[in-house]
């Protein structure tokens, strides 16, 4: 594993409620796409540090953030006194040379018309290191640490195989000696066997370098296989981040419960009892109020009330307000517009098939019907923005009204982000939507 021995305690890195939003005016704008929406953790000095979630959810965004690539719209990125998302001119240009970044792609990531020299020598004429000379050398030694040989100085990108253009992003990132990189799915590009070459490589730079490594990535099992601690991401948000065997062996956060049981199993007759992300993340241009994954969130607290009401039918209550939720989000075509005015059937108007489709294989309590035929005779007027308010007074709960808080859930530290965590609910357990 990755930095297997390194002091725990020196901090290198300290966010503290980092935001980076995109749009005009961000903060101010009234639908910023809220890639990173505060995010704060401390990243340790030599420790490979995972980020996982799923696609869109502001990993990459985060990590350009940490080394200023992208400018942080509110919060701080700590290095020691200094808030890197504060700096100017020499002292970015001093933060940018200690912290870098290595990019999924080797294929378009470099400049085909540069030879492979050129490619790695370039941050050091940006940042006027030494001379020509002394540069020319530095690249031949670098070429020679990524396993590369110095005959390739003067080869051309397109000449060389995945796994060795990644070699020359590698040498690229290192030219001015960094202590920290960020790792953007530096594998995921290429072959099984290749991949395996190129962590090796990752795993002995750190060693010899005593480099730190933000590690994002899609593939758990990798992962699993060279992190230290793990981050789990979830719609602009930290929800779980812990020591790497303790978040896949027993993960406290419903969405990496989730996430987790996502992952194929080897054998697909294997007994599982694998807990599903169903739909899809709410945009991050408008993300729930209370807590970021309450939208699909298997382990939802309710209402004290309905506590006894079955899972399946509380699943389908649930669904029912995924839906509105979804539709308002939807953007409606011209051809759905027009459908509408000219007093056709749309999808739009299809209010009692959704309803049908979820509630007529199940019973309903009667308390639980009333506000449901309530909240669908808005649906029927036209009104979704009353159903859904109506749903949530009826069947909301913290979990849609409050943002949960960091939870310390293990004894090194690791957090986890979930209103289950508080002493008045059941910790958050499979048990709660599976039948074990
Ligand atoms: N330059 C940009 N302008 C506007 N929106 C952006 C920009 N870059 C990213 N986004 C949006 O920000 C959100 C987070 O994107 P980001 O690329 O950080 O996610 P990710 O987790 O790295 O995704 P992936 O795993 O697919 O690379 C997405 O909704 C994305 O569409």
Known sequence: MFGDDVDEGDVLVSLCDLKTYYGED??????????????????????????????????????????QLEDATAGEVRIGDTDVTTLTGDDLQRWRRNSQMVFQDPESSLNDRMTVGAIIREPLDVHDWKTPRERRARVRELLDTVGLSEEHYYRYPHQFSGGQRQRVGIARALALEPEFVVLDEPVSALDVSVQAQILNLLNRL???FGLTYLFIAHDLSVVRHICDRVAVMYLGNVMELGPTERLFQQPQNPYTHALLSAIPEPDPTADSDRITLTGSPPSPRDPPAGCPFATRCPMKIRPPEYDSVDTEVWARVEMLREVLRERSNADRSLTERAREILGLSSRFSSADEVHDELFADVTLPAAVEDHIEEAMDHVRNDNETRARAQLREAFGSVCDEERPKSHVVDDESGTSRCHRHRDEHDEPSRSQVVSE
């Open 26 to 67: 961000s903060l101010l704008s009234d639908d910023p796409v809220k890639a990173v929406d505060g995010v704060s953790f401390d990243i340790h000095k030599g420790e490979t540090l995972g980020l996982v979630g799923e696609s869109g959810c502001g990993k990459t965004t985060l990590g350009r953030t940490l080394i």
């Open 206 to 208: 750190q060693d010899e």
